[in-house]
């Protein structure tokens, strides 16, 4: 029996995307083969990456001046070839010369900030830290010598989400959209650059999305390493060397199922929906609540602690619930290691009747 996994990532799959790579599992298109053994650079797979990146464009809306990659080392990685590749040279004296902004709303905002203060002068210009990240502060605007402006759009960790895009002028925006990618609609025009990992929304882990603004690409200094400069992977078509093929085939599929959904904007219906359900139980319950500020709530991650305030008592409360979930079959519903409390993940795969049998579960642990 499958379980409804809340994982934050990776995350579930859509069934769909799981029964038909089974069946292709030996054989796919035909070519008598599995995409993982495929040679990257073949007349099989070639057809391949290029109907996963044509979907991933029809999908986002991605304008023509922008270019899509398939990278490797997680959004984690980004947080440091952003500032290479974006700051032209960043090394010796020119590091005094260079700045970014960037919005300080969480656990991998810090560290997007801390890597990049490896390479230029960083610059917080607004943080929600003072109340335990629950909202988005409001973004000043950016210094006209800024590189780049950095933020998180939705915050996997805290259950945040921004409600507007920034305006940062003629500075680039970028923005990390790892656990929102296709979630709901966002216009790629605003953004100088986007990135994802793919295990949350998109795929399994192992894949990184990039999609760049064409100006942006090619001021990276020639000291940067190859595997770290956008232009090269751009030059080679996301193949200067073995990209992760079966990651990317996967992706592609998720891709047609979103398309045969309807699209962001169907399947933004049935996240907000989903959302819906789960917060409008939860600012009814007398066990449990979500401590984020309403107009920031994610539609996507969502935290909830118990209202118990004794803290041997809450912590029994929370162990017992995570325990008794996954007994029936609602897995992965532990908070951050960092933060504690529950989270439940509803993806785009995770459908509204596990968000449903979530609900049910929790008004039983409460009446018990």
């Known amino acids: 029996m499958r379980v409804y996994n809340f994982s934050p990532g990776p995350s579930m799959l859509p069934l769909p995307v799981l029964e038909k790579a089974a069946t292709e599992m030996t054989d796919v298109n035909g070519s008598g083969q599995s995409v993982m053994e495929m040679s990257h650079r073949s007349k099989d797979y070639k057809p391949i990456i290029e109907k996963t990146e044509a979907l991933l464009r029809e999908l986002m809306g991605i304008p023509s001046n922008y270019r899509v990659l398939f990278l490797q080392g997680g959004a984690s990685l980004q947080f440091s070839m952003v500032p290479l590749n974006l700051a032209g040279s960043v090394f010796a004296d020119s590091k005094a010369k260079k700045r970014m902004t960037i919005i300080d709303t969480g656990i991998w905002a810090k560290k997007a900030a801390e890597e990049t203060a490896k390479y230029m002068e960083v610059n917080v210009a607004a943080s929600s830290k003072d109340k335990a990240y629950t909202y988005i502060p409001t973004a000043p605007a950016p210094d006209a010598n800024d590189v780049y402006y950095h933020i998180t759009w939705n915050n996997t960790i805290v259950g945040t989400k921004w409600d507007a895009i920034p305006d940062t002028g003629n500075v680039p925006l970028v923005t990390d959209i790892s656990s929102s990618i296709l979630s709901e609609p966002l ?136 325990s008794e979930a996954a007994a029936a079959g609602l897995v992965n519903l532990a908070g951050h290691r960092l933060v504690g409390g529950m989270r439940a993940s509803i993806y785009n795969a995770m459908p509204a009747d596990g968000v449903k049998a979530l609900i049910a579960f929790m008004e039983k642990f409460e009446k018990q």
Request: charged letters at 25%.
């Open 187 to 322: 216009d790629v025009s605003r953004f100088g650059l986007i990135y994802a990992g793919a295990q949350k929304n998109l795929g399994p882990a192992g894949v990184t999305v990039v999609i760049i603004r064409q100006d942006l690409i090619g001021t990276v200094s020639e000291q940067v390493p190859a595997m770290l400069r956008y232009d090269i992977h751009d030059k080679e078509g996301s193949m200067y060397n073995t990209p992760p093929c079966y990651g990317i085939y996967i992706i592609g599929l998720v891709l047609e199922w979103l398309k045969s959904l309807g699209g962001v904007t169907a399947i933004a219906e049935i996240n907000k929906n989903k959302a819906n359900l789960l917060y409008d139980y939860l600012d009814a319950s007398k066990m449990f609540y979500s401590p984020v500020e309403k107009k920031f709530r994610s539609l996507m991650n969502i935290p909830f602690i118990p209202r118990e305030t004794e803290s041997e008592r809450k912590a029994l409360l929370e162990k017992s619930f995570v």
